[in-house]
């Protein structure tokens, strides 16, 4: 391979090009909506009619060297340096009992969150341990095995993140979507809040948002890294909204179209002291903007052959932050 060769694969040292999977541009889909069963179902029916793409070259630039503020109003995602005194270990996220060092990670994810915020309250309410197979895997709506207590595979289609509403223990109070369009994430506050914080939320004296924290396990994650595309890149017509059919419920997820003028970020060489936080849902919703970033691992061109496969833990979290009264009436009057 000629140096100008390589160049068109790798792209520059820190902004590959790479490969991912988008829902397919189908002009079935302007009149069939999404779906995907997550539940047994009769011999013949089809578990989804949902279709990917490969997309290739797509470039991503580097989030340490980029001219771009990354901030949760904007970009929808940032990163943050915050070392873990947790101890936490792949194995600790396999244990459906007590853990020490799972709650104390956990408990550290809600500090952070309000630290980051400036957040009233926190609730953890679901989390996700995944350990790359180095199979680039685009089956997503696989029921067998609990999700929680189970090592996933790294998630390679672009999402808007998946839904699930199995068990809590602990800290954790609800399990709703990471990831939601605007009426899946209303619907959810309104089934699990209390009847004084729908009050409080109803007057518009709280936000709302949900968001992911995602970390690596292992000291630097270079297989199957994570890739986010900023939210002011997206266009509402990019998005298709999927049912994500379970045995109690239907819940709605989202999907990306590819576009071009899409902007896509990694973060080089993150170790486990840096965690990526990005929003999922946010009641203060923009309708041309999405409420958080498309994201999806990747195969890393730049990846050594000999690196370790990729371990992390992502945390999704409800944030809680006080609206002033001025902004309250303010949002009333729209």
Same mark, same amino acid.
């Not at 949900?210 to 890294?225: C, G, K, M, T, Y």
């Not at 970033?293 to 990729?310: D, G, I, K, T, Y």
């Not at 303010?330 to 729209?334: F, I, L, P």
């Given at each position: 391979?000629t140096?100008?060769?390589?160049?068109?694969?790798?792209?520059?040292?820190?902004?590959?090009?790479?490969?991912?999977?988008? %829902?397919?541009?189908? &002009?079935?889909?302007?009149?069939?909506?999404?779906?995907?069963?997550?539940?047994?179902?009769? &011999?013949?029916?089809?578990?989804?009619?949902?279709?990917?793409?490969?997309?290739?070259?797509?470039? $991503?630039?580097?989030?340490?060297?980029?001219?771009?503020?990354?901030?949760?109003?904007?970009?929808?995602?940032?990163?943050?340096?915050?070392? #873990?005194?947790?101890?936490?270990?792949?194995?600790?996220?396999?244990?459906?009992?007590?853990?020490?060092?799972?709650?104390?990670?956990?408990?550290?994810?809600? #500090?952070?969150?309000?630290?980051?915020?400036?957040?009233? =309250?926190?609730?953890?309410?679901?989390?996700?341990? /995944?350990?790359? =197979?180095?199979?680039?895997? %685009?089956?997503?709506?696989?029921?067998?095995?609990?999700?929680?207590?189970?090592?996933?595979?790294?998630?390679?289609?672009?999402?808007?993140?998946?839904?699930?509403?199995?068990?809590?223990?602990?800290?954790? /109070?609800?399990?709703i979507p990471?990831?939601?369009?605007?009426?899946?994430? =209303?619907?959810?506050?309104?089934?699990y809040?209390?009847?004084?914080?729908?009050?409080?939320?109803?007057?518009?004296?709280? /936000?709302?948002?949900?968001?992911?924290?995602?970390?690596?396990?292992? &000291?630097?994650?270079?297989?199957?890294?994570?890739?986010?595309?900023? /939210?002011?890149?997206?266009?509402?017509?990019?998005?298709?909204?999927?049912?994500k059919?379970?045995?109690d419920?239907?819940?709605?997820?989202?999907y990306?179209?590819?576009?071009?003028?899409?902007?896509?970020?990694?973060?080089?060489?993150?170790?486990?002291?840096?965690? $990526?936080?990005?929003?999922?849902?946010?009641?203060?919703?923009?309708?041309?903007?999405?409420?958080g970033?498309?994201? @999806? @691992?990747?195969? =890393?061109?730049?990846?050594?052959?000999?690196?370790?496969?990729?371990q #992390?833990?992502?945390v999704?979290?409800?944030?809680?932050?006080?609206?002033?009264?001025?902004?309250?009436e303010?949002?009333?009057?729209?």
């Open positions: 391979m140096e100008t060769q390589a160049v068109a694969v790798l792209g520059s040292s820190k902004e590959p090009l790479v490969s991912f999977h988008f %829902i397919s541009d189908l &002009p079935q889909y302007k009149g069939e909506k999404l779906y995907e069963i997550w539940r047994d179902t009769e &011999p013949g029916i089809a578990k989804s009619n949902c279709e990917f793409a490969l997309v290739e070259h797509v470039k $991503l630039q580097d989030m340490r060297n980029a001219n771009t503020e990354f901030e949760f109003d904007t970009t929808g995602f940032r990163s943050v340096h915050a070392p #873990s005194k947790s101890g936490l270990r792949g194995a600790d996220c396999q244990n459906e009992g007590h853990n020490a060092r799972l709650d104390a990670y956990l408990q550290e994810c809600i #500090s952070l969150a309000k630290s980051q915020f400036n957040a009233s =309250n926190v609730i953890c309410f679901d989390w996700r341990y /995944r350990r790359s =197979n180095g199979q680039k895997d %685009i089956k997503v709506y696989d029921h067998t095995q609990p999700e929680r207590t189970n090592a996933l595979n790294a998630a390679y289609v672009v999402h808007f993140g998946r839904q699930s509403l199995s068990g809590v223990a602990l800290v954790i /109070r609800i399990d990471a990831d939601d369009s605007r009426n899946g994430g =209303n619907n959810r506050l309104r089934r809040l209390s009847e004084k914080e729908l009050e409080r939320f109803d007057r518009g004296e709280q /936000r709302i948002r949900f968001v992911n924290i995602w970390r690596p396990l292992i &000291p630097v994650v270079e297989a199957a890294p994570l890739a986010l595309c900023d /939210r002011q890149s997206v266009h509402p017509d990019d998005i298709l909204e999927c049912d059919i379970h045995d419920h239907v819940g709605e997820g989202l990306i179209k590819y576009r071009p003028w899409h902007r896509w970020y990694w973060l080089p060489h993150q170790t486990n002291d840096e965690a $990526l936080m990005f929003l999922t849902w946010d009641s203060k919703w923009d309708p041309e903007v999405p409420a970033p498309p994201h @999806a @691992a990747f195969e =890393n061109p730049l990846a050594p052959a000999s690196c370790p496969q990729r #992390s833990i992502e999704r979290l409800m944030v809680f932050t006080e609206e002033t009264r001025k902004h309250a303010d949002e009333g009057t729209k």
